[in-house]
């Protein structure tokens, strides 16, 4: 079973926020909004998309928004935070990666592009088409060297 949805909003809230008021503090501020969808998309998610015989690997739990939030805290912040939509775009990545990459017919995904796109209009205030973050990527395969974790462009 999953944690009440108060519960898991004050434990991504403590990472995520802790993280940002150390690396970028101007951006803090968004961290309870980026928390707030992360929980109702992971909450959609989980409500929405059951497993059956031919999707029986829709299952999620906690490790599904922590893993969003491991991968945010990957990224390269002198170079890929600069403001509030750079943040948002990482988000959008790491949700599609953890959630949309799992789903396996158009239909599935077509909803959960949707879902994304509610909540980034109710939480973050932002309207984003499906097709502005259909192709967002991030990697560290960029650089062999020192795998900055950032943007593909």
Known sequence: TALPQDTMHRILSSILG???????PSLQGVADKVVSASVEMFFRTIADLL????????TFNLRDPAKM?????MVN??????????????????????FRDRLVNKEDR?????????????HLQITWPVESFADLMYGD???RNEKPYMRAT
Do not use: A, I
């Open 51 to 58: 497993p059956t015989p031919v999707k029986c690997h829709y």
């Open 110 to 122: 077509s909803w959960f592009d949707n879902c994304l796109s509610e909540n980034l209009e109710k």
């Open 141 to 143: 395969f960029f650089d």
């Open 69 to 73: 939030l491991q991968g945010m805290l």
């Open 18 to 24: 802790g993280w940002l008021g150390v690396k970028k």
């Open 77 to 98: 912040v002198r170079t890929e935070l600069s403001d509030s939509e750079s943040l948002t775009r990482l988000w959008v990545h790491e949700t599609c990666r953890q």
